[in-house]
């Protein structure tokens, strides 16, 4: 068994780079007079991005990703823009949608997280718009995107290890792991003497400080209170109250590293299924819909090993990720009978990389080449 870094080591911080004490500094704790300028979700997104960048014009060059080169770039801001939306609306609609909802700026105020599954959605509705003002099969941009969520999940998942993060089911494995108790939109979980619980909530005042109060909260799974670690106080009530509670920091009991699992199941395993298959497709939408049966199952099965969020529980005995991921596999299967009815062939879509045909007309308008295929992937 061993204990999460941010049990074990009271310095540890996911901060990669921070500026304080007039330099800057690499996974140190950031004191309060001082910068994160990016933290390891920052640069899992970043280094997608760029690698993102760098595929798609490789793919152009090669005669894969048939669009104009000007639109390259374009599609690529265009799906960071639907992941961003998507992901904080999945995370709204599937798993918190009254504490979003009731106040909705805290789409945009609050950074409690992202969905995978709202990822997918977003970029599947925003690219529809992006192919017809291209004029592009919808399915052709969708195949690029697929390796891109593969190559993410690796990245973004070692990211929620190292911040303790979405963690797995109770287990006896020797390489399972306790990582520090967390609530509902990932709040700190503290204990009183008594072995009462409770939830750290923030509240933001008018002068732009933060304070801290505590609210009684009982977790849905187990978990421990250690009794070597240090004391802390927190207000019990209103910020002003006056009236301090001394608590301990709770733990779960050991779990499955559930987000390395899925960074293996549906991170490289699948890296490797899509790559094969972007080799063999020659229609579009075969890499979306190999991608959505791929992710689905994988999914499904990892998270046999992860425990629900805190608060969410089970639904018909499985978890909503992995209801999601179910209606995922059903949606390729149907997408690989339309493409057996309708077929288009990726090589007969246009493009402007020199050496291949047909050749996209430079001299019309980029969002309405005349020699495009009709949207109808």
């Not at 310095?11 to 933290?39: A, M, Q």
């Not at 608590?247 to 699992?261: D, E, G, N």
């Amino acid at each position: 068994m061993f204990d999460h870094p941010y049990i074990s080591d009271p310095e540890y911080s996911t901060t990669v780079v921070s500026w304080f004490d007039g330099g800057f500094h690499f996974f140190k704790r950031v004191p309060e007079d001082g910068i994160e300028l990016f933290n390891v979700f920052h640069l899992a997104y970043g280094t997608i991005f760029v690698f993102a960048l760098v595929m798609c014009h490789v793919w152009w060059k090669r005669g894969s990703f048939r669009v104009r080169k000007r639109q390259v770039l374009d599609s690529v801001l265009v799906a960071v823009a639907a992941i961003i939306i998507g992901g904080r609306l999945g995370e709204a609609i599937f798993y918190q949608p009254e504490y979003y909802f009731s106040e909705p700026m805290r789409l945009i105020t609050n950074a409690s997280g992202f969905t995978i599954h709202g990822m997918i959605l977003g970029t599947i509705i925003v690219f529809w718009f992006w192919a017809r003002w291209i004029k592009r099969p919808w399915f052709h941009l969708l195949d690029q995107s697929v390796i891109f969520v593969a190559f993410g999940t690796i990245l973004g998942r070692i990211a929620n290890f190292l911040s303790a993060d979405l963690w797995g089911r109770e287990t006896s494995v020797p390489w399972a792991v306790r990582f520090p108790m967390r609530g509902p939109l990932f709040r700190r979980i503290v204990a009183n003497p008594k072995g009462d619980t409770f939830m750290v909530v923030a509240e933001e005042l008018p002068d732009d400080k933060t304070a801290y109060h505590l609210e009684p909260w009982t977790p849905d799974q187990g978990i421990e209170i250690p009794h070597d670690t240090p004391l802390q106080s927190y207000p019990t009530g209103a910020h002003d109250s006056g009236v301090y509670e001394l608590v301990r920091t709770v733990i779960t009991t050991p779990r499955h590293p559930s987000q390395l699992y899925q960074a293996i199941t549906e991170g490289i395993i699948l890296l490797v299924i899509l790559v094969i298959a972007r080799r063999k497709a020659k229609n579009v939408g075969t890499l979306s819909a190999t991608f959505l049966i791929a992710y689905g199952a994988l999914r499904t099965v990892a998270e046999f090993f992860r425990q629900p969020e805190p608060g969410l529980g089970f639904l018909f005995g499985l978890t909503r990720g992995q209801l999601l991921s179910l209606s995922m596999v059903i949606g390729g299967l149907i997408l690989f009978a339309f493409i057996k009815r309708k077929p288009i062939l990726i090589d007969s879509i246009p493009t402007d990389a020199p050496g291949f045909t047909p050749q996209a007309d430079a001299a019309t308008p980029e969002h309405e080449p005349q020699d495009a295929e009709p949207n109808t992937a």
